[in-house]
């Protein structure tokens, strides 16, 4: 089994991808795995440190402005994917594919298509909602589209193999114990809030959060666990300078990076956090309800379609960022936390969206393609 994979840009696309790959691997040891990816893309160090190989393509995408640097970055665009196309075909030829898997990001896009040109059985996997230009593009020919989320459906066109497998999900978020999450993080009975906003941080959600846990601080209603990111280094000052010194709060835990993030969310009572699609499979996995703030700078808007699935089914509460404040997300956490009876809705609502067998599901349409090949 000689298995290519195609996915990059942002960790949202690679993960899947790694994830994919080590479940054939557990599978099928003797499998033969490739990953294609775009020259200096995230996609390059991931995968290396993975252990898996990966040849690269250079490949970007179209800007939307008719400005002169737009323009000559768009001329640039087009010459790298008729080189891309060539290239693509040359490393699926050299690597004696068997079954292509696309999971997103422009590099994915050249690699699929010259698969399907060249009669390469192609899968594709869609993280989110709002499925991307690219996966719209190849889903026509491909042999299956496995989707994380039904919602998605709707806004394919033609007549396209749809496969629901949700998203592959870390194997310690389906493991860890929560009754020994909640002794190790919660303080008696009050309840425990996480926030974070990526490994960067997202300024907004440090500013939204800061009242809410500068107030904890002083009164001591609720535990809080918040994770500001590499660039909000300077969140620990702001709430100082709104009257909480968080070295001195017991019930907070303010921290850089959560690095233990299956134990953090497992005790948590609510969530605070972005939408990108696998954050949202975990908050599912585990039952948590949520507030839900779409981040408005990604493609086709996905974060925000991916929070309206859990909306859509009474599992979370969404913030879109122009409507952000301290006190929308202050009054979001209160009114969730002071209804044990809605809280718990929300809880089972978000566990009965969570598809906690991806890795099996994902699995079954690779052998099915390949012994119908």
Known sequence: MRVLLAGGGTAGHINPALAIAKTIKEKEPTAQILFVGNVGGLEQRLVKNAGFEIKSISISGFKRSLSPSALVHNVKTAFRAVSASSASAKIIKDFKT????????????????????????????????????????????????????????????????????????????????????KAKYKKGDKPLVLSFGGSLGARKINEGVADLIARSGKDGKYSHIHAYGQYGKWFPDLLRELGTDPDKCSNLDIREYIDNMAECMAAADVVICRCGAITLSEVQALSKPSVLIPSPNVAENHQFHNAMALVNNNAAIVIEEKDLTDKSITEAVDKLLSDKAELKKFSENAGKMAITDSNERIWAVITKVLNNK
């Open 98 to 181: 068997d079954i292509c898997i696309g999971t997103g990001g422009y590099v994915s896009g050249p690699v699929m298509r010259a698969a399907q040109k060249l009669k390469i059985p192609v899968i594709v996997h869609e993280q989110n909602a709002y499925p991307g230009v690219t996966t719209k593009m190849l889903s026509k020919k491909a042999e299956y589209v496995m989707l994380a989320v039904d919602e998605a459906r709707k806004h394919f066109d033609g007549n396209i193999n749809f496969v629901l497998t949700g998203n592959p999900i870390r194997p310690e978020i389906l493991r860890v114990n929560k009754e020994e999450a």
